[in-house]
């Protein structure tokens, strides 16, 4: 059986891609592939609790560089668990957020040294590196109006960490994006959901149809 493919939703916030990779797992899986979408961190049981303690709690409840810990911690677990399993079972897979978002938050967000990163990601990710990766752009003032305007209780300790790390981040994905363009297609999130959602889809057809 071939192997599915590997799918990862990049970007900052209140960029839709959860929304698109629910609708491209949709897409995909009308179209004869069958998908599976999952997010990080989280996505095996063992993530989810990590997902738990780590956005819950105040801005500062982690370091850093205790964040790439937990957050590597969680990502061995998920692809332990699902997503090598669901490859090999030749499901595609779309994740929502993956090891450049560790990279991106925790490297040019949290000052952690890009080698240490690196060397952590060549360990845990290893030869499963995503087939594809779609990096959401948007301006961060947008995003965040996006983010804030959503019924928000829980979950925005990353969310409360101000315009200038949250333009860090879209520099860092941006680089990400130009450093390694085999694997990227970098996504303008500005449009509407449908515009937007026929931006995914043709990538993904261009790259892996
Ligand atoms: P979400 O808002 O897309 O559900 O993601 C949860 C938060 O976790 C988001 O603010 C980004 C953050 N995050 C990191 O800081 N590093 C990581 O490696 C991952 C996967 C997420």
Redesign the pocket.
């Known amino acids: 059986m071939a192997r599915g493919k590997f799918i990862t939703f990049e970007g900052g916030?209140g960029t839709g891609?959860?929304t698109q990779s629910v609708t491209l797992t949709e897409r995909l899986t009308a179209s004869g592939r069958p998908a599976l979408r999952t997010?990080?961190?989280g996505g095996s049981v063992g993530a989810d609790e990590l997902?738990k303690l780590?956005?819950d709690g105040g801005v500062d409840r982690w370091s850093p560089l205790s964040?790439t810990l937990m957050?590597n911690a969680?990502?061995r677990d998920h692809l332990e668990r699902t997503i090598v399993p669901g490859l090999e079972a030749g499901t595609w897979v779309v994740c929502?957020?993956?090891?450049d978002?560790?990279r991106?938050?925790?490297g040019a967000?949290g000052g952690v040294s890009p080698a240490f990163i690196a060397a952590v990601e060549r360990e845990v990710v290893g030869a499963n590196r995503p087939d594809l990766t779609l990096v959401f752009d948007l301006p961060p003032e947008q995003g965040l109006e996006r983010?804030f305007g959503r019924d928000m209780f829980s979950?925005v300790?990353?969310?409360s960490k101000g315009l200038d790390f949250h333009n860090r981040l879209r520099a860092a994905y941006l680089a990400i994006a130009r450093a390694e363009p085999d694997r990227c297609v970098l996504i303008d999130a500005s449009g509407d959901r449908e515009t937007v959602a026929a931006l995914v889809w043709a990538a993904v057809m261009d790259r892996l149809g």
Request: glycine share 4%; hydrophobic share 30%; charged share 45%.
């Open positions: 916030e891609k959860s997010r990080e961190p997902r780590l956005l964040e957050m969680a990502r929502d957020r993956f090891a978002s560790t991106a938050y925790q967000g983010a979950e300790r990353f969310e």
